[in-house]
């Protein structure tokens, strides 16, 4: 069994063009696995999620009804990458699975949203939000411990109520950041080896060993992204996770849902009424983190 499919170049040396398309099958039944295997241990086997109490009541008495969460701007971002990555999964799949048609030519004009969409997350991320809200920190880490531990029946405190993200989500991030800036930088140059309306074709821009490496990666991260995305829509749709995704689709989360999980110091929030926000500014804790 390969998992790459090779050639032999004009030059006779052996050379990968691309991964094997089983993979993709492979993918698929990895996270119809995931589904039911996490269903399985929250319906059968999960104990309730227990957190250190934080904050006063009077934190609380300070917390709008609702809470904002994503702006419209990064809600706008999320959806026309969601848009774009599903087009570019069907078009580069669905040809590979025996359903064959003219794809490439709508596989790189989405390619071409996701790079114009990205470019500007990372611009917006970087100087319009909170850039480290994504990342773990050091109460993230100590916290995963502590449930690494009591998951295996030590006698360890509860974790911390979590910040915007908790740490299962920054990781997703981190995962998704890797596939998706991988398939990005490919696919910038493979529109070297197509008709596009960007440049003209080169095909001689690399030796056919170059190609084939980057083929292979754009293969690669491409059948990660079909599992990942997967797990995705599937947590989405979960309905202790309703909250999370109506909040990407109308910006807020309710304060109920706030108080329960989410720790105001990790995450400060305040009532507009104190806040500076109905001076016309953002306060910290209402600045959008993506
Ligand atoms: C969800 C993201 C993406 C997935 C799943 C994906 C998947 C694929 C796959 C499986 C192929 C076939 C590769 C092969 O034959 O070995 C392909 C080709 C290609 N992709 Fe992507 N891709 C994605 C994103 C992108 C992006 C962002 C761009 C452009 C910026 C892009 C541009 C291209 C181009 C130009 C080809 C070449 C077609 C050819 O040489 O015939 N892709 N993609």
Known sequence: MDFLKWAISPWGQRVPIHIA?????????????????????????????????????????????????????????????AASMFTLLFTAFLPKVGMPFD??????????????????????????????????????????????????????????????????????????MAAGLSLVVTGVFMMFRVRTIFFPRNPYLFSDMTWGMMYVLHGLAGVGLIALIMVHVYFGLRPEKRPITKSMIFGWMSRDFYLKEHDPQRWPVESPISSPASKGEAPEGLRDAG
Do not use: C
Request: hydrophobic share 50%; proline share 7%; charged share 20%.
């Open 103 to 176: 794809w490439v030519t709508y596989h790189w004009i989405a390619g071409s949203v996701l790079t114009v969409s990205i470019l500007f997350h990372i611009v917006h991320a970087s100087f319009f939000m909170d850039f480290w809200s994504i990342w773990p920190d050091k109460i993230d880490l100590r916290d995963a411990f502590r449930r690494t531990l009591r998951f295996l029946g030590k006698p360890e405190p509860p974790p911390d109520k979590f910040a915007k993200y908790p740490l299962e989500n920054k990781l997703y991030h981190a995962a998704i």
């Open 21 to 81: 398309w089983f993979l993709i099958w492979v993918a698929v039944i990895a996270g119809f696995l995931f589904f039911i295997v996490h269903a399985t241990y929250l319906r059968y086997f999960a104990k309730p999620k227990e957190f250190q109490s934080s904050g006063s009541p009077l934190i609380a008495a300070r917390i709008p009804e609702h809470v904002p969460r994503h702006s419209l701007t990064a809600r706008l971002f999320h959806w026309i990458m």
